[in-house]
């Protein structure tokens, strides 16, 4: 590539990045399960000059001098998320969820040692699994078994795997979850075996912080890992949380000085934003999204779309999964769903093989977007009419597009958030009025 060609594609990319609100926020449906939206205030505050500074170690206890303002939001973001969380101690300088993944699996294991998690059909993410961070430590992983019909953890089985294998660590939360793990009760299983308790909350961290989900730190596990930027409408960024102050020690000295040095400190004040919209509008918000993707789920069931979950009432989460061998795959229906603008993601499902994850034979839908765009049950409706009519009436993905950009004429913009205006009285009122 010469010179010229390189200015010519950069300048492509500075073009798409500037319509970016058009290209995905706007002008599609979106409905991956991982994403969501930051409000305006905080996505304001990321282009500062925090993006051009260095600050290791702690609050008030840096190797750099000039480090003041950025002590102060960091500690704000410790001091909000202990709150929102229940949480005595806080880490936020994990840059992703995988890494804090990562300072979980170097603070509380050694090389050899074994590791219980999700296979990533039935939900564990890659950071969880041989192939991923928890390889990377050396953890010999064993996998948590998994009944596909309640789509949860199967409790009997998982005691004799633990009987067995006698692990050092397991690890529960999933990329795919639609109903709360029995913490307290693999907790019971693990405890004579010494095994710690690691819950990954990745995917569910916003509807732990509004209340609607299982509180995992106070139903037993000892460390909490998660990104801050799914069903958390936070930057992209990590997050570790426990009570036990000499755990946490340890995970902390895996974070600095072991895995980050500089830990991005632009995300900071809009991490501090999002803490403190979540413990004003939290639980508004993560009660809409559950409802949403309940209704969702019934209303794809309804319309004779195979949704998992059937029996146990689909979903607890924001997530809403279905299953498409005869719609030609998780793969075919998430294309064709992007022909209409609607936009999921293809997903291994637990009965399926490792290797389908081209086409694997499940749909995920998340429903946290939408809702901090302000849709409610209704919209849910209609959208699950909208998947009918292109996946199974089979009508021209065009005709289905134009009413996708109907709907979100009227969903332009973020709720749940602080209005900048009155920044001030909110922060007074998270902290005086709760
Ligand atoms: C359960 C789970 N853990 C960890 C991660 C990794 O998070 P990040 O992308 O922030 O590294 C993901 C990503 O989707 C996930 O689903």
Redesign the pocket.
């Known amino acids: 590539m010469d010179l010229e060609e390189a200015l010519s594609e950069l300048k492509v990319i500075v073009e798409t990045v500037q319509k970016q609100e058009e290209w995905r926020g706007r002008s599609t449906l979106n409905l991956i399960a991982?994403e969501n939206k930051m409000s305006p205030l905080a996505r304001a505050l990321l282009p500062s000059d925090f993006n051009h500074r260095y600050a290791e170690g702690e609050p008030y206890d840096r190797e750099y001098q000039g480090g003041g303002l950025i002590d102060l939001i960091e500690d704000l973001c410790i001091k909000l998320a202990s709150r929102v969380f229940n949480a005595n101690f806080v880490d936020v300088r994990p840059i992703?969820?995988?890494?804090?993944?990562l300072a979980v699996f170097f603070a509380l294991t050694k090389p050899g040692d074994v590791l219980l998690s999700l296979s990533i059909p039935a939900?564990?993410?890659?950071?969880?699994g041989e192939v991923g961070a928890a390889g990377c430590r050396g953890l010999k992983v064993y996998s948590i078994p998994f009944n596909h019909e309640d789509m949860n953890i199967d409790l009997e089985a998982l005691a004799s795997v633990v009987e067995k294998a006698k692990p050092n660590l397991i690890t529960l939360?999933?990329?795919l979850?639609l109903f709360p793990h029995p913490v307290k009760e693999i907790r019971k299983i693990a405890e004579p075996y010494g095994t710690l308790i690691h819950y990954?909350?990745?995917?569910v961290l916003g509807l732990v912080a509004g209340g609607v989900f299982q509180d995992p730190l106070k139903e037993g596990a000892d460390v909490v890992?998660?990104?801050?930027?799914?069903t958390f409408p936070g930057p992209?960024?990590?997050m570790l949380l426990a009570n036990d102050e000499t755990l946490f020690r340890k995970v902390k000295k895996a974070v600095f000085p072991g895995l980050v040095s500089n830990h991005h400190l632009a995300r900071l004040p809009s991490l501090a934003v999002t803490l403190l919209e979540m413990l004003l509008y939290g639980k508004e918000y993560a009660t809409q999204i559950v409802r949403n993707a309940k209704t969702l789920a019934k209303a794809l069931h309804d319309y004779g779309i195979n949704v998992l979950g059937a029996h146990r009432g689909f979903t607890e989460s924001h997530q809403v999964v279905f299953e498409a061998s005869k719609l030609g795959g998780g793969g075919e229906a998430a294309r064709r769903l992007e022909e209409a603008d609607i936009i999921v993601n293809r997903n291994l499902l637990p009965w399926d093989a490792v290797g389908k994850v081209h086409n694997p034979s499940g749909v995920r839908i998340g429903t946290q977007e939408v809702t901090r765009m302000g849709m409610k049950e209704r919209e849910m409706e209609t959208i699950a009419e909208l998947m009918w009519r292109l996946l199974i009436k089979r009508e021209e993905p065009e005709r289905i597009k134009e009413e996708v950009h109907k709907l979100l004429a009227d969903f332009n913009t973020v709720r749940y958030c602080i209005d900048g205006q009155d920044f001030v009285k909110g922060v007074l009122k998270a902290f005086f009025e709760r």
């Open positions: 991982s992703s969820g995988a890494l804090a993944n939900g564990g993410h890659i950071s969880c939360g999933a990329s979850i990954d909350a990745a995917h890992s998660s990104s801050t930027h799914k992209q960024g990590g």
